[in-house]
């Protein structure tokens, strides 16, 4: 796939190049784990899969996608070696060169540990309360304002260079990868190699597996730094390899952009990525929001947007009290919870977010945490604790029981969308419940009994 290359201009990088490789000045030092996490590496191969790697379980993944069977995951790992012969050449259409393939890809084996963590990710998962109650802590909260002040001059720069509030990027920072203490250690190469033969989501992934080849052949990472998560997520805010092609920008003027082991690149590159996807300057992500008594839930729903005036007519007013400050935004109603647990207006903003990571719970938690660095305090609505979350085979048979009544849900797959939440409402209203769209063991209870 072809890329353009964002740099930011020469003059910009000259009048800040100084205070953004030294951001504190004679200010207090980084603390010891950032000083080791971004020290320069020494350039080395690619690693090889080592006797500590995880094994995979050898059971079928709880999707229910047949290419997640046991019996097909071994399948797919036996013809491993045929599948990267066959990606070949579609990486020489993206100037790989031979030399360098059979360099990269030499010994390489898969890693299946990975489809254990494909069916079971947990923005899926957990309960939202469960999630923001980990990611929105008060200990990453503590860091991330540290942050925000060590880094200062920093998020300064780059709030001019792109109009990006610097509490979202460190919100992303803290969410993504607890501030680059959890950034993982699996090659990328590997990850993506895997996923693109093995498992469910093999199209997406020879695209992020060719894009990682790319960053190896250009030299703007080393190969044992070229680590990350299972899914080939790398550095503190992690970059997919083609999202790193697509807006790494080399802020720190080195001639390379660099998202893990430049602060100021990663930074610059996360705020990068938010612009070009749509970020509004100057407007938030949303409103935490109470609702009127007797209020039509069939409003809840992502297509149906309105201003924020709109909104208010229908008896909707913030939770805190305060104002709305811009009435002519235009918004969704989420209910995350249902109609027992907190309600939000989402923004362009919030939508922005979920390009970076498509998981309403993870947009959800980084604008909640960005609020709290910002100074803002806890959400107001109490969740629905006692509520069971459904597990995601549940969540299948409950898209299943739902198609078998006649909505519409496309094909099932375990995760709640949209469409699904619309055929729920509309199985609420048949059955005389608060069409609510939400995913509750309640409703999967009712779907079996009819």
């Not at 590496?41 to 500590?52: E, G, N, Q, R």
């Not at 069939?298 to 709305?324: H, M, Y």
Request: charged share 20%.
């Amino acid at each position: 796939m072809a890329f353009s290359k964002l740099i930011l201009p020469l003059a910009a990088v000259t009048l800040v190049a100084a205070s953004l490789v030294h951001p504190a000045g004679a200010q207090e030092s980084p603390p010891a784990w950032l000083t080791r996490l971004f020290q320069p590496p020494a350039a080395s191969p690619v690693p090889a899969p080592t006797d500590a790697t995880p094994q995979w379980s050898g059971q079928s993944g709880a999707s229910g996608d047949p290419s997640m069977t046991a019996d097909a995951i071994r399948a797919a790992a036996a013809d491993f070696g045929n599948c990267l012969d066959a990606l070949w050449p579609y990486a020489a259409q993206r100037g790989i060169t031979r030399d360098d393939y059979l360099r990269f890809t030499a010994g390489l084996t898969p890693d299946l540990s990975i489809m254990d963590k494909l069916d079971a990710q947990p923005e899926f998962n957990k309960a939202t309360w469960d999630y923001l109650d980990l990611l929105v802590s008060d200990d990453r909260i503590a860091q991330g304002k540290a942050l925000l002040a060590q880094y200062a001059p920093t998020f300064a720069a780059v709030e001019r260079a792109y109009g990006v509030d610097r509490y979202i990027i460190a919100a992303i920072w803290g969410v993504e990868s607890d501030y680059g203490t959890k950034i993982g250690d699996r090659p990328v190469l590997r990850s993506t190699a895997t996923l693109a033969c093995v498992g469910r989501r093999r199209d997406f992934f020879r695209g992020e597996f060719l894009a990682a080849l790319e960053i190896l052949q250009r030299g703007d990472i080393p190969p044992d730094r070229l680590v990350g998560s299972w899914a080939g997520a790398f550095g503190p805010t992690q970059f997919m390899p083609s999202s790193f092609l697509r807006y790494a920008v080399d802020f720190d003027g080195n001639g390379h952009p660099d998202v893990v082991d430049s602060i100021p690149d990663m930074i610059a590159s996360t705020a990068n990525n938010l612009k070009t996807d749509g970020w509004i300057p100057g407007e938030t992500w949303g409103y935490e929001v109470a609702l009127p008594q007797r209020f039509n839930y069939l409003f809840a729903d992502s297509s149906r947007q309105l201003s924020v005036r709109q909104w208010e007519s229908l008896g909707i007013r913030r939770a805190n009290g305060e104002p709305f400050p811009y009435p002519a935004e235009r918004a969704s109603l989420l209910l995350p919870a249902g109609a027992r647990g907190p309600a939000f207006l989402m923004l362009q903003n919030f939508r922005v977010i979920m390009k970076y990571n498509p998981a309403e719970a993870y947009a959800l938690a980084t604008g909640t945490l960005a609020d709290r660095l910002r100074g803002g305090g806890p959400l107001i609505h109490p969740w629905p604790r006692d509520e069971r979350v459904l597990s995601l085979q549940e969540r299948y048979e409950l898209q299943e029981l739902l198609a078998q009544r006649g909505f519409k849900i496309g094909e099932p797959d375990g995760f709640i969308g949209p469409q699904t939440r619309l055929a729920i409402r509309s199985f609420q209203v048949s059955v005389g419940e608060i069409p609510d769209g939400f995913a509750s063991s309640e409703v999967l209870d009712r779907l079996r009994q009819r």
